[in-house]
DNA sequence: ATTGTGGACTCAGAAACTTGGTG
DNA sequence: TCACCAAGTTTCTGAGTCCACAA
């Protein structure tokens, strides 16, 4: 126990030196500031390269970004020197390498998510989500226009943005045949797409990370009509949108609200989806019934966004454990019921299972018991109930990067809930820019 | 001009690790 | 009190988005 404390003080004193960087004079907290060891690539879904060799990074394959004046850090590898110092000013990485996997990519260094650069950008990414507010009519409108545009091109882009907008699809970037076959929007195929007459489209592809999305949704008219012209004279490994791709898609969306993108439709319709689901369910009551609230819309917005866990491996026999320990109640519970009985007609309790005898217990005592076992029985079922409804949503992407946390930070204030209960330590500290939010904050 | 590509950043779920409750 | 285990948290690193810039 001691030597465990002692061993982590040790741990925390080696690593400080690289925890830290200063930015234009203020310490700020680093990332991530260790390379990744070598090892066999696994890589998400069915990857062209699963199985290659990771190589080691050395000092020389790094390339180091710091101030004119700054100290060059010491290379930690005697005999061995970093492959470059920089000094520019316009990007924010403190370092980077290429990965050895693909070299024509890289790994950076960066501040952590508590510092103000990334809480700064955080909070205009919101920023301009909630700007989409005062848009999303007008493009709505527009777009619904266009689903019946001759121009293919038009109605191309009004049927993606559509879904984009509805079902917060990714943009969907090309890839290259050496990463995983997955898509988003612009890059949907023909076989992705189950048209269900009259009206309803049943989605099915991998999508990021290759996570399965399935979804069948009803849709209007017009865009049901559009993808079946889309479909048509086409083979099922073809482009949907074949006129189309993310570039061609935020130029359009550029020209209807500065700095417009795919992406900022998901971090909206989250956001707006939690605040909405917070104002309309939250009634008076204790803090759990809020917290089971808030709970409720944060799933929503996790299943809007698709993000899904593997279930557990352990979830099933946890579930029949959980089970057994309701059935012991239970037998207890009969258990009492009958010595409740006796006890009213001043006989005294049955003997034990292993053959002891109990002691008596008035009739008040005995119900009082009662009720205390149901309550735990009843909070047992419900516990039981969430985890399995849970078993396959992940509810922390969303909080992380979708929802804007002066949602959160507002509504706590206004239902007095403390933060704590929905944000750890590592949010508040990511989130500390939207802490002092005026309680009145609606997205 | 349009398209392609390098670059830099956000977003993603799983694994590893820590904490805390319980029998 | 102690061992166990599930829940919570942090770390890891892969996988997207999107912009700038150039051919």
């Not at 545009?149 to 045949?177: H, P, W």
Request: proline content about 5%; overall charge positive.
């Amino acid at each position: 126990m001691q030597e465990k404390k002692a061993l982590k003080e040790e741990k925390l004193k080696q690593e400080e030196k690289y925890m830290w960087a200063i930015v234009d004079g203020v310490k700020e907290k680093v990332g991530n500031f260790r390379v990744e060891p070598p090892g066999l690539f696994r890589g998400r879904g069915e990857h062209p390269k699963m199985g290659k060799l990771k190589k080691r990074i050395h000092p020389r394959d790094i390339i180091i970004n710091i101030g004119e004046d700054a100290p060059v850090p010491e290379c930690p590898i005697p005999g061995e020197r970093w492959k470059e110092i920089r000094h520019d000013n316009t990007v924010t990485w403190l370092c980077y390498w290429s990965d050895p996997i693909n070299p024509k990519l890289f790994k950076y260094v960066f501040l952590a998510a508590s510092s103000s650069l990334k809480g700064q950008s955080d909070k205009e990414k919101y920023e301009k989500a909630r700007l989409l507010k005062d848009y999303i009519e007008n493009i709505r409108a527009a777009y619904t226009k266009d689903f019946t545009s001759k121009d293919i091109t038009k109605q191309q882009i009004a049927v993606a943005t559509y879904l984009i907008d509805k079902l917060a699809l990714r943009a969907g970037n090309e890839k290259d045949d050496d990463e995983a076959d997955t898509v988003g929007c612009c890059t949907l195929k023909v076989e992705n797409v189950t048209r269900e007459a009259p009206n309803k489209l049943q989605f099915n592809f991998l999508g990021k990370d290759s996570i399965k999305y399935e979804n069948t949704v009803e849709v209007e008219l017009p865009v049901y009509n559009a993808i079946l012209k889309f479909q048509k004279d086409k083979g099922p490994s073809d482009d949907l949108f074949d006129k189309l791709d993310t570039n061609k898609l935020n130029t359009h969306l550029k020209e209807l609200m500065p700095g417009l993108t795919a992406k900022v439709f998901r971090t909206y319709n989250a956001s707006f989806t939690l605040d909405d689901k917070l104002a309309k369910d939250t009634k008076d009551g204790d803090v759990a019934e809020k917290m089971v609230v808030y709970n409720h819309a944060n799933k929503e917005v996790a299943i809007i966004c698709n993000h899904q866990r593997s279930v557990s491996k352990s979830h099933s026999a946890q579930m029949t454990k959980l089970n057994e320990k309701i059935d012991e109640l239970q037998a207890v519970l009969k258990e009492l019921k009958v010595d409740l009985d006796r006890a009213r007609k001043g006989k005294p309790p049955t003997k034990s299972s292993d053959g002891k005898s109990k002691r008596n217990l008035a009739p008040e005592a005995l119900e009082k018991k009662i009720s205390q076992t149901n309550a735990k029985v009843e909070k047992m079922r419900r516990d039981m109930m969430t985890k399995e409804d849970l078993k396959t949503i992940a509810l922390g992407t969303s909080k992380l990067n979708y929802l804007d946390p002066r949602i959160t930070v507002a509504w706590c204030k206004r239902h007095e809930v403390p933060i704590e209960k929905i944000f750890n330590k590592s949010l508040i500290a990511k989130f500390a820019w939207a802490m002092d939010v005026d309680p009145d904050f609606r997205f």
